[in-house]
């Protein structure tokens, strides 16, 4: 999969306790909507980067307004999904399960 591929494409991120809504609109910018856990319905646009990693998976990365950063490797046939993060000089890793929603 090519990163023309995903554009137009949602996904869902679920997390232990909270799950995320992802809207790639185009080469540039996708839209991350909170859909469960603290804080939902909290969401904004981004600017993101795009890396494929093998034919079925690939990273999203960007930076949101209010600091934290995420490099999300996702891969599609078994739903796998991998959150890098930092949030200031805290950096992390969160596990979830991927959803392909369109």
Known sequence: MGHKDIIGMSF???YSDETYGIEVLSQTALRWTRTAGKNTGQGDTEQYVFSKLTDDMFMLTWVEADGPG???I??????TLITHANIGRDVF???GKLTVTQ
């Open 93 to 95: 890793i969160n596990p």
């Open 74 to 79: 996702l891969r599609l046939t078994d739903g």
């Open 70 to 72: 995420l490099s999300n």
């Open 12 to 14: 869902g991120f679920v």
